[in-house]
């Protein structure tokens, strides 16, 4: 379980960026975090990340604060809104470059590689550049390099916002596969509403930095909080 308890980020002497957000997230539980832009969620990723610091609060996993561990420690896996690849390293290399750094033997690097590139459709691409890849291909590399090590914890940030309309659906469509498959605990940021409602088991709505409802799609769409979550998932009124 990881459980985020009155998380808070404030950025200069501004108003909270984040503010004071509790939530818990089921083993094998598939959550999406929405809101519009600027309300929070990639830095609420970032501090699950260990890639931000906390200014209060806390990140427990397994009940253990994690808070002030370093992200390596963290068993966390995060895919970026802007993904970059390492361009002058082959797909093959791509995503063997976290196994490396964990010093994982050589025998098992390959086949740890080879088992994810198969289930992303990558295996024909392991000798080819980024550059040589279409944008849809791109994305399959950032989540194998994401999933290859089997992470606790899989975070993404809007991994899906930059290909177009139907390698989105065809995408979302094995992310959901994905899941099914390994059931890692997954966060998944977006705004895109129907994304939000087809792939979280729950869905948490965020707005100014404030948590303003988790449920399940239906619980949301039905039965919403306030005015806010109403509008959001466009329930009928
Ligand atoms: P988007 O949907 O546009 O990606 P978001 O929900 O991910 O938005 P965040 O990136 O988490 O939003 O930003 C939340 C707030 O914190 C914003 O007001 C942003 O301007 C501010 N912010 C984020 N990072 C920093 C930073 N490094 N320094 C100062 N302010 C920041
Ligand atoms: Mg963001």
């Excluded at 806390?58 to 390596?72: M, R």
């Excluded at 390293?89 to 080879?114: D, G, Y």
Aim: include cysteine.
């Amino acid at each position: 379980i990881v459980r985020l308890e009155h998380l808070t980020k404030t950025f200069g002497g501004r108003t909270a960026a984040v503010d004071d957000v509790s939530l818990s997230i089921d083993d094998g539980e598939f959550l999406v975090l929405v809101g519009p832009s600027g309300c929070g969620k990639s830095t609420i990723l970032r501090m699950i990340a260990g890639l931000e610091e906390v200014t209060s609060g806390d990140v427990l996993i397994d009940g253990e604060p994690v808070t002030a561990w370093p992200p390596k420690q963290r068993d966390i896996a995060m895919v970026f809104q802007n993904y970059a690849l390492y361009p002058h390293m082959t797909v093959q290399e791509n995503m063997a470059f976290a196994l490396k750094l964990r010093h994982v033997p050589a025998p098992q690097l390959t086949t740890q590689v080879a088992d994810t590139a198969h289930l992303l459709g990558l295996s024909e691409l392991l000798d080819r550049k980024p550059k040589a890849l279409s944008g849809g291909q791109r994305q399959r590399v950032a989540m194998g390099r994401a999933l290859v090590r089997k992470p606790r914890v899989f975070l993404l940030d809007e991994p899906l916002s930059n290909l177009d309309a139907k390698l989105r659906v065809s995408m979302r469509a094995e992310l959901a596969r994905l899941h099914q498959r390994y059931r890692i605990t997954t966060v998944y940021v977006t705004h895109d509403q129907v994304e939000a409602m087809t792939l979280g088991d729950r869905i948490a709505v965020l707005d100014q930095g404030r948590l303003q409802q988790v449920g399940s799609p239906e619980e949301l769409y039905l039965a919403p909080a306030n005015r806010f979550v109403a509008g959001f998932m466009g329930s009928p009124s």
